[in-house]
C-alpha cells in the first residue's frame, strides 16, 4: 500500500481593480461574468460544465477536460464549491474540492474580501486547503489563482 500524505498550505494573493465593490462583486455574483474569468477555454482544457447557485448553501461545480500536452491528456478535472457566507460586495467564502479522474487531490477553503478604496477596489484571497496524493500542489495552485484573477480584470473592467 502507497504511502498517504497531505500537505497543507495557506497563500494569500491581494489585487487591485479600478472598479467599485459592486462590480467586482457582480463578476463573481453572476453566472455569465463568472465563467469569462473562472472557467474559461484555453490551450491546455476544454469546459464541460459550469453550473452555480449563488447563496449561501449554494453549489458551484466546474467540469474540464484536459487537452493532449497536459500531464494527463484526456482527464477530467472536477471543482465542486459549496458557498459558506456571502456578505454583498463584502465578502464571498467558498469551500470546494478538486478531483482529477476519479481521485480526490485537494480540500480547500478560499476567501474573498473585497475592500473599497479611492482607486476602486482591492480584492484579498486567503486560500487554505489540503493536497493530497496526485495533486497539482501548493504553488501551481497559487498561479493559477493569480491567473484568474488577472483574467478578473477584463471581466470588471467592461
Avoid at 2 to 20: G, K, M, Q, W
Avoid at 33 to 55: G, I, L, P
Wanted: net charge negative; aromatic share 10%.
Amino acid at each position: 500500500m502507497a504511502e498517504r500524505s497531505v500537505i497543507h498550505n495557506t497563500f494569500l494573493i491581494e489585487r487591485s481593480y479600478p472598479a467599485t465593490p459592486e462590480r467586482v462583486f457582480a463578476a463573481f455574483a453572476d453566472p455569465a461574468k463568472k465563467r469569462r474569468w473562472f472557467a474559461h477555454e484555453s490551450e491546455t482544457q476544454d469546459v464541460e460544465a459550469f453550473e452555480m447557485d449563488f447563496c449561501v448553501g449554494g453549489i458551484e461545480t466546474a467540469r474540464y477536460r484536459l487537452k493532449q500536452g497536459t500531464p494527463f491528456p484526456n482527464t477530467p478535472i472536477t471543482s465542486n464549491g459549496s458557498y459558506q457566507d456571502i456578505v454583498p460586495n463584502r465578502r464571498i467564502v467558498i469551500a470546494s474540492t478538486m478531483v482529477l479522474g476519479d481521485r480526490r487531490i485537494s480540500a480547500a477553503l478560499a476567501t474573498f474580501e473585497l475592500v473599497p478604496t479611492e482607486k476602486g477596489t482591492d480584492l484579498i484571497l486567503t486560500h487554505q486547503a489540503a493536497f493530497f496524493e496526485g495533486a497539482d500542489g501548493p504553488q501551481r495552485r497559487q498561479q493559477g489563482w493569480q491567473l484568474l484573477l488577472e483574467r478578473l480584470d477584463g471581466v470588471v473592467a467592461n
